[in-house]
């Protein structure tokens, strides 16, 4: 009943005649069933369904009932899992190359990001998971990174120096928040409400729906506009399942994941515009950013330590 | 067909007298075969279930508890509450739960509580006239009372299993059911001491009352330093815990001096004693939820209840009744990890706060552990007292009553749990 | 049979002492991690998950040193009702469970730190086999405690015990 059974009689015809068994896929997502990236992963199960003549069922299971991100991957890597939605964070501990997505400010605008994502670079970037048991479909939103804190309305990297920022467990982010001349302070996402109320940190960092949800922004009212980071969103299918698909299946799971990323897309940017109302009706200030060189400027460091290792990625994202 | 042969294997090798935690990854195993999963898999989850920041505070809360203990705390705790209520009629049953009290203030192992403070009271209520069987009842009850008091580890196991439920809050939660409890438990040992003519305590000499204080509240700082750090933001959970043990280290070996620095290797050496038992329970736990999940278990209760129930009161009383049954013949630990992700979408989709379920979760698995089959502390207290559990179970009626009261009290006024979170955490 | 037994005891004392150093150090990194954030203001990116990988370690440790200890309870309400030849039978039937527990931690332990052997730990850049490698550890010495076990009566730890220690 469970797992995907063998796939291999399935190739080519569609319309034999002959009743064929329907194979159940799960898809492990760590996010409620009403989220932006839930709703994009049952897009493509729909897809999936849809295209297959419903060979291939795909279960959602949603709100991180199959384990947090890094276990599913890892649950993914055997094979007991046969599809997830993961954030690219996590996934640079399994391919080196990934890491690349967390650079600050390193796409011009949306729509290049999401030019070079949905096209031959992303594609690309989505190959270098082999070896690691893993294959990645498409890339899903999950919006732009900015800065927030307890004090006051931060328009320049001046502004920021000094404060104590929360940031998530990784190098690249205490090095991101250290060269704008804050204090990174690594600190688990559960404890960061109470620390801001405390004072233990000035601030923490994130897109406007986690802002939003996470109640940070009832202690901490000064959002800056500044989406520093853009780290999107991977759909990834397990090798073993992939192995067991005929070429014409691939083909069409790929498509479907494809197809599914606008669905999710639409649905995070309500989820953002929704986010968005909330706090400026609870009194938070939204300082937008008109120009942000400073910005940019002030992570060259970041460049320079980084830039090496990244050095072939950078160059394709920046001739592009 | 894959939950009949995980929950059965498991209750056949419950059965059998295999292990609690052995049985509960065993059943995952033979039922990961069946389904043809890799083994690897579930070894995998047994990580993962551990692989937590907020869990590494249960180290620390045993090893505070396992030092003050050594280093004679619950002496302390017992002659401070002594002062306190013990000239009252059935002095040394008040002085019991409120010395529990304390104790739960520092430790959040309702075993530890039994035997350490039970072993200096139980034979000291024997020789004041008490029967065996009330002085176990006592000290069994307000021991289980205790795991509400915050510092508790099961909050925190319970926290990770919901995803992320602010410790702070459900340490604030636990504190006024808690409390109240304790008092519901003094008034019958009062009443009970009336009616069967118990002794007033021993009176204290005059000159030694300051030491006692002093000592006493000394001790009970570690408390406040837990829990203070916690509420206040300062540290985390995981620190306010680390801390506290560093605290208790001092107050045990620099200020109380009972014992020499040489016993911490017996003390560390016992706090991996317990943690063994209890890390072991978690790692199984979360294999075995994991298969749940995987066989969608959760979704299928929670449509099953809602479909079957009426209304919302009716739900409410059957997740008690469920979680009173289940707390009968399980441990505390893996009961909370399993139950959680299956009950708590039930109880936030009739509108329950996750902290109120957690501390009425809490209260009715603390009830479990002073319950016939199974039930650790009761099996612990009648060991202590060298007295049959069927005579300790007889004479928990009163004791039995109060909880439950108490239990239905908080889970219909969930403002006597969420009240004291609103206005130290909002 | 006395070398055996040497080496037997010995196994098992130095298995605790190195279970005991973990917790050791695991509880200084966390007393450091504070101390570090409050006095010097900088948090370490390596203590989390430093202090986690130790957490792991300790609990794997215990799951196997709990079977030797006889400190992992099991429910003797039925069991504990027939005579105590019948008894004996049942603890040799879990006892022979303990020993498949500890093949199987073995056995798909090493499988699945291999396979982990590819990604990183994040704050430490250690690869996770690290993390994993507890699993194999644990099972060879759940299966070395099992069969000993085999050679000595019961399996659980009688609650007095506890007590009066
Ligand atoms: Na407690
Ligand atoms: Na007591």
């Not at chain 1, 990174?145 to 690249?172: K, M």
């Not at chain 2, 620095?261 to 199984?284: C, E």
């Amino acid at each position: 009943a469970c797992g995907s059974s063998d796939t291999g009689t399935s190739e080519g015809v569609n319309d034999s005649g002959v009743a064929r068994e329907t194979v159940t896929l799960k898809l492990a997502e760590n996010q409620p069933e009403d989220y932006p990236t839930t709703i994009g992963a049952k897009e493509f199960a729909r897809l999936v369904e849809e295209k297959t003549d419903g060979r291939y069922k795909i279960e959602v299971y949603a709100g991180g009932q199959l384990g947090d991100e890094r276990s599913v991957i890892e649950q993914l890597q055997l094979g007991t899992i046969d599809l997830t939605r993961v954030n690219a964070i996590p996934l640079s501990e399994f391919s080196d190359d990934i890491g690349v997505l967390a650079m600050p400010y390193l796409f011009e605008d949306e729509d290049q990001k999401w030019d070079i994502l949905n096209g031959e670079i992303g594609q690309d970037l989505l190959e270098t998971f082999e070896g690691s048991s893993l294959v990645g479909l498409s890339f899903y939103d999950s919006g732009e990174r900015s800065f927030y804190n307890t004090q006051r309305p931060v328009t320049t990297p001046e502004d920021i120096a000094g404060l104590q920022i929360r940031v998530q467990q990784s190098d690249l982010a205490i090095d991101i928040i250290n060269s704008l001349g804050a204090s990174a302070t690594p600190m688990e996402y559960g404890e960061v409400y109470s620390a801001l109320q405390t004072g233990v940190i000035d601030g923490a960092e994130n897109n406007f729906p986690s802002y939003f949800t996470s109640n940070h922004f009832e202690v901490a009212k000064y959002f800056t506009v500044n989406g520093y980071q853009g780290v999107p969103e991977i759909l990834l299918s397990s090798e073993k399942l992939w192995n067991e698909l005929s070429a014409e299946d691939q083909e069409i799971f790929r498509e479907a994941a494809l197809e599914s990323v606008s669905v999710q897309r639409e649905a995070w940017a309500n989820l953002v515009e929704e986010a968005q109302k909330a706090v400026v009706e609870n009194g938070s200030e939204l300082v937008e950013i008109d120009d942000l060189t400073p910005w940019r400027e002030a992570v060259q460091p970041v460049y320079d330590k980084y830039g090496e290792q990244f050095a072939e990625w950078l160059d394709r994202i920046n001739n592009n | 067909m894959g939950i009949f042969l995980l929950i059965g294997s498991f209750i056949i090798l419950l059965i059998a007298r295999v292990p609690i935690a052995l049985s509960l990854i065993l059943s995952s195993f033979i039922t990961g075969m069946y389904l043809d999963i890799n083994l690897g898999a579930l070894v995998q989850r047994m990580v993962g279930g551990l692989n937590s920041f907020s869990l590494l505070a249960i180290p620390f809360f045993v090893l505070a508890g396992e030092i003050m203990n050594e280093g004679g705390i619950s002496r302390r705790l017992i002659n401070l509450s002594n002062v306190i209520i013990g000239k009252i009629r059935g002095g040394l049953a008040l002085v019991n739960v409120l010395a529990s009290t304390f104790f739960g203030g520092i430790s959040g192992s309702a075993v530890a509580d039994t035997s350490s403070v039970g072993s200096v009271l139980i034979p000291m209520m024997k020789k004041s006239g008490y029967k065996k069987d009330y002085s176990v009842s006592v000290t069994i009850s307000s021991a289980a009372q205790g795991v509400l008091i915050p510092p508790s580890h099961n909050m925190i196991i319970y926290s990770t299993a919901a995803g992320g439920v602010s410790v702070a809050a459900l340490f604030m939660g636990g504190l006024v059911p808690g409390i109240l409890l304790g008092l519901v438990l003094m008034v019958i040992a009062y009443v009970i001491a009336v009616k069967n003519n118990h002794p007033k305590g021993e009176p204290i000499k005059k000159e030694e009352i300051p030491k006692i204080v002093r000592e006493g509240l000394l001790g009970l700082f570690t408390a406040v330093i837990i829990i203070g750090g916690i509420v206040s933001g300062f540290f985390t959970a995981t620190e306010s815990a680390a801390i506290g043990t560093l605290y208790a280290f001092i107050i045990t070996f620099f200020v109380y001096r009972d014992i020499p620095l040489s016993r911490f290797g017996v003390i560390l050496h016992r706090t991996f004693k317990t943690l063994s038992m209890v890390l072991f329970l978690i790692a199984a736990s979360s294999a075995f939820g994991w298969l749940l999940a995987l066989l969608k278990v959760p979704t299928i209760v929670a449509d099953t209840m809602l479909s079957l129930s009426p209304n919302d009161v009716i739900t409410l009383l059957m997740i008690i009744v469920i979680l009173l049954a289940l707390g009968m013949i399980m441990d505390m630990a893996p009961l909370i990890l399993i139950a959680t992700p299956i009950l708590l979408p039930v109880a936030t989709s009739i509108g329950m706060d996750p902290v109120h379920f957690g501390v009425v979760l809490i209260l009715c698995l603390a009830v479990g552990l002073i319950t016939p089959p199974v039930g650790t502390v009761l099996f612990v207290g009648s060991a202590i007292g060298r007295i049959s559990i069927e005579k300790v179970t007889k004479s928990m009626m009163p004791f039995y009553a109060a909880m439950v009261i108490v239990l239905l009290l908080i889970a219909f006024f969930p403002s006597l749990v969420l009240f004291l979170p609103g206005i130290l955490i909002e | 049979m006395k070398t055996l037994k040497w080496i037997r005891d010995g196994l098992a004392r130095l298995q605790l002492f190195f279970s005991l150093t973990l917790l050791t150090v695991m509880t200084l990194t966390i007393i450091y991690q504070v101390f570090s954030r409050q006095l010097l203001g900088t948090t370490p990116a390596w203590s989390e998950q430093f202090s986690k990988l130790l957490f792991v370690w300790v609990s794997f440790m215990g799951i196997a040193y709990g079977f030797r200890a006889k400190l992992h309870i099991g429910v003797g309400l039925f069991v504990g009702m027939l005579p105590e030849k019948i008894q004996d039978v049942f603890d040799y039937i879990a006892k022979t469970l303990i020993i498949m527990f500890g093949i199987v931690l073995v056995y798909y332990g090493i499988e699945f730190t291999i396979l982990m052997n590819n990604s990183t730990m994040p704050g430490l850049g250690v690869p996770s086999s690290v993390l994993y490698a507890a699993i194999p550890v644990s099972g060879f010495f759940v299966l070395v405690y099992g069969i000993e076990l085999l050679f000595k009566k019961g399996l659980h730890e009688k609650y007095e015990d506890i007590s009066e220690e």
